[in-house]
């Protein structure tokens, strides 16, 4: 499988493009990612890089301990005095066949965990205006019985085949959060990120001040 680099990637290292490889392996297999290591911003980058050789579109949710249903689902919110919900990012993304990068997955708490198993896993979410959201492959199947105004009216929403999780955490307890919920954590396929050497740094800064001179 070849790799075609453009100009804004060339100067990217061999493990680099070893790891877009295995991603984009992955991606191809319909799997879900999940890319861990120590603190530093060369996951959220390697993330970035794949989204711009497959010239996918994101969403982006950052998780903490505060983080609630409503964060992952929809939020109620109210506009010329009528209510209504906004669907947030996990569910545009499932929607619109994008890529929904999750950083932070070590720190999510009990509360979204089943959530994010059921996204996972089953493609299906329970939204509040009382839709739902379903596999690709079951939504066909169902409209080759039904028609499209039945399932309408039974609010099903089909996920995207195209959508795609990649995850981004740390190893806990080495560093703060919650160790990975066993469900949850065979819900990916998980890689080992390391940091980049101090002479690969070196050479990388080195490199960047020549190509703009």
Same mark, same amino acid.
Request: proline share 5%.
């Given at each position: 499988?070849?790799?075609?680099?453009?100009? *804004?990637? &060339?100067?990217?290292?061999?493990?680099?493009? /070893?790891?877009?490889?295995?991603?984009?392996?992955?991606?191809?297999?319909?799997?879900?990612?999940?890319?861990? $290591?120590?603190?530093?911003?060369?996951?959220?980058?390697? @993330?970035? @890089?794949?989204? =711009? !050789?497959?010239?996918?579109?994101?969403?982006?949710?950052?998780?903490? /301990?505060?983080?609630?249903?409503?964060?992952?689902? &929809?939020?109620?919110?109210i506009k010329s005095g009528?209510? +209504? +919900?906004?669907?947030? *990012? @996990?569910?545009?993304?499932?929607? %619109?066949?994008?890529?929904?990068?999750?950083? $932070?997955?070590?720190? @999510?708490?009990?509360?979204?965990?089943?959530?994010?198993? %059921?996204?996972?896993?089953? /493609?299906?979410?329970?939204?509040?205006? $009382?839709? !739902?959201?379903?596999?690709?492959?079951?939504?066909?199947?169902?409209?080759?019985?039904?028609?499209?105004?039945?399932?309408?009216?039974?609010?099903?929403?089909?996920?995207? =085949?195209?959508?795609?999780?990649?995850?981004? $955490?740390?190893?806990?307890?080495? +560093?703060?959060?919650?160790p990975l919920d066993p469900?949850?954590?065979?819900? !990916? &396929?998980?890689?080992?990120?390391?940091?980049?050497?101090?002479?690969?740094?070196?050479?990388?800064?080195?490199?960047?001040?020549?190509? +703009? &001179?």
């Amino acid at each position: 499988m070849e790799i075609v680099l453009n100009t *804004s990637t &060339q100067n990217e290292d061999a493990s680099t493009l /070893r790891h877009l490889k295995w991603m984009l392996q992955k991606d191809i297999l319909s799997q879900d990612i999940f890319l861990i $290591g120590g603190p530093g911003t060369r996951r959220r980058k390697l @993330a970035l @890089a794949f989204l =711009e !050789f497959t010239d996918r579109e994101v969403e982006f949710i950052a998780l903490s /301990r505060d983080t609630t249903e409503a964060d992952l689902k &929809q939020r109620r919110e109210i506009k010329s005095g009528t209510a +209504y +919900y906004h669907d947030q *990012s @996990a569910v545009r993304a499932a929607t %619109n066949g994008r890529i929904l990068i999750i950083e $932070g997955v070590e720190k @999510a708490e009990r509360n979204v965990l089943p959530i994010l198993n %059921n996204l996972l896993e089953n /493609r299906e979410m329970h939204l509040e205006d $009382g839709r !739902f959201l379903i596999p690709a492959a079951r939504y066909d199947k169902l409209l080759k019985t039904y028609s499209q105004e039945e399932l309408d009216s039974w609010r099903l929403v089909r996920v995207n =085949e195209d959508f795609r999780v990649i995850a981004l $955490g740390m190893p806990a307890p080495r +560093y703060p959060g919650h160790p990975l919920d066993p469900p949850l954590r065979s819900r !990916f &396929q998980a890689r080992h990120i390391s940091s980049p050497s101090f002479e690969v740094s070196i050479l990388t800064v080195y490199n960047n001040k020549i190509k +703009y &001179q």
